[in-house]
């Protein structure tokens, strides 16, 4: 594993700065005087008091519209402000412990890049990938205007972008879109980057695919975990666990190699409150995310259960990107609840920083109940699931443990101490050995 060694620790709250400061959808959009990207840093004693140890940023470069049609790489998207801004952004976080890891946006650009318009007037063309005399577009959508990574030119422009906001301050990259990119690009690109900056880390969007060979051939540090985020919510909504120890046994697999950056819920899906049918389980998927290895990621406003639903339609986005006021501003009781349990577990997880690369073993399964051991060396939690509308017995010496007792849950024994105990219906405990 290359990730360096902070990452051990890390947590990431994950925002979407466009939608978050209400920069877009917005008519008339902001001006850089109203310096709107001074508004997170309004959010950074909350991030930290969530628990979380860094802010995970969707694009703030110069685009038109949503961010992901970058026009200059090495400037401050004029809605949000300017580099001023950005600076002031992350020395305040620093100053609270917090990383910032930025969305770069490398394999596609809008149509007002300066050398795509040279190109459409008859200029060089070989920064872009040309089909039977037109410009290929990133799955069809025809402002997003493909690079060509086999060009030298492009690799050098990459190195140099990324490199130029690790030395603002910038702790590490998300690569938008990696999964539609070839990965010797990136094998070309992040040693030299890695050459600067050997404190970074560089996390790949990639959705299918054979995660391991991503990693290997591209030198990534992690990829984005849709597998696990899919058995997730899929596996209680069904009722149906043993989805959920597949895809467990498949990360387990993962982690041999690298250690995926894991989420329930980011700027591109449903709200993981909206996503579940029963919102008792909301705590059942973070509690799934927060005692399996990985670097967990939390999207803003999920921690105190907002909704939203993904929709494939032009602004079919906006419900899942919304604009926020102020910290817990019209959060309901359910929120609250929601938020109390995000803070526990996160605790949870940064008193256990060995669960970064713990494997999970299943010690008891049915499709409404789930019973594992997360692992790594000598460290070791128990989490019981139950999805059912019955109790879930647990016999702790049945697999192999003489006591335990609760650190968490949504239901206690009688006793600190027990060799049996019971998940009440659709509950959750994480249990310590003795």
């Known amino acids: 594993m290359s990730e360096p060694d902070w990452v051990t620790h890390a947590i990431w709250w994950h925002l979407y700065p466009l939608g978050f400061v209400g920069a877009h959808p917005a008519d008339p959009?902001?001006?850089?005087?109203?310096?709107?990207?001074?508004?997170?840093?309004?959010?950074?004693?909350y991030a930290r008091d969530l628990g979380t140890s860094g802010i995970a940023l969707g694009p703030v470069f110069a685009s038109q519209t949503h961010g992901y049609d970058t026009t200059d790489h090495y400037r401050i998207d004029g809605r949000l402000g300017d580099d001023g801004d950005f600076d002031h952004l992350i020395t305040e976080a620093h100053a609270r412990g917090l990383r910032v890891l930025l969305d770069g946006v490398f394999n596609h650009v809008g149509t007002d890049f300066p050398r795509y318009r040279d190109a459409v007037a008859g200029g060089d063309t070989s920064w872009f990938r040309v089909r039977r005399g037109e410009f290929a577009t990133f799955e069809g959508h025809g402002g997003l205007i493909a690079l060509d990574h086999r060009n030298p030119e492009v690799v050098d422009y990459v190195v140099d972008v990324m490199c130029h906001w690790l030395g603002r301050g910038a702790d590490g990259w998300?690569?938008?879109?990696?999964?539609?990119?070839?990965?010797?690009?990136?094998?070309?690109?992040?040693?030299?980057v890695r050459e600067q900056f050997p404190d970074a880390w560089f996390v790949g969007e990639v959705i299918h695919g054979d995660y391991v060979a991503r990693v290997t051939e591209s030198g990534f540090d992690s990829v984005t975990q849709y597998e696990l985020w899919k058995a997730i919510?899929?596996?209680?909504?069904?009722?149906?666990?043993?989805?959920?120890?597949?895809?467990?046994?498949?990360?387990?697999?993962?982690?041999?190699?690298?250690?995926?950056?894991?989420?329930?819920?980011?700027?591109?899906?449903?709200r993981i409150a909206s996503q579940l049918d029963n919102p008792d389980h909301v705590d059942h998927a973070l509690v799934i995310l927060m005692t399996t290895g990985g670097t967990p990621s939390i999207y803003a406003g999920d921690e105190v259960a907002y909704r939203g639903v993904k929709e494939e339609r032009f602004g079919g986005d906006d419900a899942?990107?919304?604009?926020?006021?102020?910290?817990?501003?019209?959060?309901?009781?359910?929120?609250?609840?929601?938020?109390?349990?995000?803070?526990?577990?996160?605790?949870?997880?940064?008193?256990?920083?060995?669960?970064?690369?713990?494997?999970?073993?299943?010690?008891?399964?049915?499709?409404?109940?789930?019973?594992?051991?997360?692992?790594?060396?000598?460290?070791?939690?128990?989490?019981?699931?139950?999805?059912?509308?019955?109790?879930?017995?647990?016999?702790?010496?049945?697999?192999?443990?003489?006591?335990?007792?609760?650190?968490?849950?949504?239901?206690?024994?009688?006793?600190?101490?027990?060799?049996?105990?019971?998940?009440?219906?659709h509950g959750w405990l994480v249990l310590a050995p003795r």
């Open 29 to 45: 959009p902001p001006g850089p005087d109203e310096h709107r990207l001074r508004r997170i840093v309004d959010w950074l004693d």
């Open 233 to 270: 919510w899929s596996s209680l909504n069904d009722a149906n666990l043993h989805e959920l120890d597949w895809a467990l046994k498949r990360h387990n697999d993962f982690l041999d190699t690298f250690v995926p950056m894991t989420f329930i819920g980011n700027h591109d899906v449903t």
């Open 174 to 192: 998300r690569l938008d879109a990696a999964y539609a990119m070839p990965d010797r690009f990136w094998a070309q690109v992040l040693p030299r």
């Open 320 to 425: 899942v990107r919304p604009e926020f006021g102020s910290p817990l501003d019209g959060v309901g009781e359910h929120g609250h609840q929601v938020l109390r349990a995000h803070q526990h577990l996160i605790g949870l997880r940064r008193r256990h920083p060995w669960l970064h690369t713990a494997r999970t073993a299943p010690l008891q399964l049915t499709n409404t109940g789930y019973v594992y051991a997360s692992r790594a060396g000598e460290d070791t939690l128990l989490v019981a699931l139950n999805v059912a509308d019955e109790p879930l017995p647990v016999s702790l010496q049945e697999h192999g443990f003489g006591a335990a007792e609760v650190v968490a849950g949504s239901g206690a024994p009688p006793a600190e101490t027990f060799t049996e105990t019971v998940v009440p219906p």
